[in-house]
C-alpha cells in the first residue's frame, strides 16, 4: 500500500470523493465521502454564529416563529409598548441540532410570555419578561429538550442573572408577582437589619401577638378584648370608678357619685324597699282605666295605684290581681248615661262596721273606692255620689 507522500496531488474536490478513516464500531479502515464528513461536522458541532431575528410585535398576544436555521438563533424583540400576553414558537424539533442556542431578548415588558416547543420539551423557560431582559435556551438533541442555561454572554446594558454564588444587582427591581421568593420568618429576620422583637413574621389580618408592647396606638376597636385590667388599663375615670367597675356594689357606686343624695342600696323601681325617704316636690301616679266584659272587671295591681272604669253593665266578678302587702289603691266608679249598674264586692273585702257599700244608681255617679291589701283582704271604704 503507498504512503501518502507517493499518492497524486489534486487542487479540485467534490462531495463524492473519498478519504479513509478508522471505523471504531468495526475495528478496521473504512473510506467515507466528503459530503458525508460535512454533514458530520454540521449535525455535531454548532457554528459559534447567530442567525439573528428582528421583530417588533404592535399588539398583545402576537406570536413570532422561528424558522430552521444552521445556526443558534437570536431573537430580538422591540414591541411597540408594553404588552400583556405574547408568545414564541420555537423551531420544528425536527429542523433543530444539538447544543443549539436561542437567546430571546424583549425591549419592552411582556407580562405573560408563552413559549411553544413546537415538538420539544421546555425546562426552565420563564414565564414573563421585563423590559430590557433576557435568557438563553440550548437544544439537548437525545431528550428532544430545550434547557435554559447559566449564560455568561454580555448584551449592552443587560446584566445577566446567575442561579449560583452570590451576585450584587444594582438599581434592579424585584417583582414578586410572577417570582416565588421563598424564606422563613427567622431568615427574613436574619435579613432585616433593623427589626424590633422577635418570632414570626405578622400580617394586618387576625394576627396572634406574643406579648406585644404597642406604645400608643393612634386609634383602635376593642370590642372583642378581654382580660384589660380595670384598676390600671383603663384612664380617665372619675375617683372610685374602676373600683366600682371592678366590684360594683351599692357602696362602691355611692362612692363614684358626686352628687347622690340620700345613702343606703340602690333601688329599682318593682317594689324597692325604701327607709326613711323625704319626698319634695310633687308625686303623681298615673291612672290606668278598666273596663268590664262580661260582667267581669279585672284590674292588675302592678299597673298602677289609681284606677278608673265607667259602667256599662253590672259587673259580677271583680278580680284585683297581684297585689303588694300595704299597697293603697284608689278606684274610681262613674255610672254611664243609664246608671243604676251594680258592683258585686269580691268576698277579701272587709268594710266599716261589716256592711258593703253600695255604688251610687244615678246616671253619671261618681263613687271613690279606696281599698289597702294587708295579709289576704282588703280593707275598703267607698265616697259616694261626688259632684
Not at 136 to 163: C, H, M, P
Not at 269 to 292: E, M
Not at 331 to 338: N, S, W
Request: aromatic share 6%; with cysteine.
Amino acid at each position: 500500500m503507498p504512503t501518502i507522500n507517493q499518492l497524486p496531488t489534486i487542487t479540485t474536490l467534490s462531495g463524492g470523493d473519498q478519504l479513509p478513516v478508522y471505523a471504531t464500531s468495526n475495528g478496521d479502515a473504512r473510506k467515507a465521502s466528503i459530503s458525508t464528513l460535512i454533514d458530520y461536522f454540521q449535525t455535531t458541532f454548532a457554528d459559534p454564529n447567530y442567525t439573528v431575528v428582528i421583530n417588533a410585535p404592535t399588539n398583545s398576544g402576537f406570536n413570532i416563529a422561528l424558522g430552521a436555521a444552521s445556526q443558534s438563533i437570536w431573537l430580538i424583540m422591540n414591541p411597540t409598548g408594553t404588552f400583556a400576553a405574547g408568545s414564541v414558537t420555537l423551531p420544528p424539533v425536527a429542523d433543530c441540532y444539538d447544543g443549539q442556542e436561542i437567546i430571546i431578548i424583549s425591549t419592552q415588558t411582556i407580562s405573560a410570555l408563552t413559549i411553544n416547543g413546537n415538538g420539544g420539551t421546555l425546562v426552565g423557560v420563564p414565564a414573563s419578561l421585563g423590559a430590557g431582559s433576557s435568557f438563553t435556551i440550548r437544544f439537548n438533541e437525545l431528550q428532544s429538550t430545550w434547557y435554559t442555561i447559566v449564560n455568561s454572554l454580555q448584551i449592552a446594558g443587560i446584566d445577566l442573572v446567575t442561579t449560583t454564588g452570590v451576585q450584587t444587582l444594582t438599581n434592579k427591581t424585584m417583582s414578586f408577582s410572577n417570582n416565588t421568593f421563598t424564606a422563613t420568618s427567622a431568615e427574613l429576620a436574619a435579613a432585616i437589619s433593623d427589626e424590633t422583637g422577635t418570632g414570626l413574621a405578622v400580617f394586618n389580618t387576625s394576627p396572634t401577638l406574643v406579648t406585644p408592647i404597642l406604645g400608643t396606638p393612634t386609634s383602635g376597636t376593642l370590642t372583642n378584648c378581654t382580660g384589660l385590667p380595670v384598676s390600671t388599663g383603663v384612664s380617665g375615670l372619675g375617683a372610685n370608678v374602676s373600683t366600682f367597675l371592678a366590684t360594683p356594689s351599692s357602696a362602691n357606686l355611692a362612692s363614684a357619685l358626686t352628687d347622690e343624695t340620700g345613702t343606703g342600696l340602690n333601688v329599682f323601681n318593682a317594689d324597692p324597699t325604701i327607709d326613711g325617704a323625704n319626698f319634695t316636690g310633687h308625686a303623681q301616679t298615673a291612672p290606668v282605666a278598666g273596663s268590664s266584659t262580661g260582667g267581669v272587671l279585672t284590674l292588675d295591681m302592678v299597673d298602677s295605684n289609681v284606677f278608673t272604669s265607667t259602667l256599662t253593665e253590672n259587673v259580677t266578678t271583680l278580680t284585683l290581681s297581684n297585689p303588694a302587702q300595704g299597697q293603697t289603691v284608689n278606684i274610681l266608679f262613674t255610672q254611664d248615661a243609664t246608671g243604676n249598674r251594680t258592683m258585686a264586692w269580691p268576698a277579701s273585702f272587709k268594710w266599716p262596721g261589716g256592711t258593703a257599700s253600695v255604688l251610687s244608681t244615678n246616671s253619671n255617679a261618681v263613687d271613690l273606692l279606696v281599698i289597702t291589701y294587708i295579709g289576704t283582704d282588703w280593707y275598703a271604704s267607698m265616697i259616694k255620689d261626688l259632684s
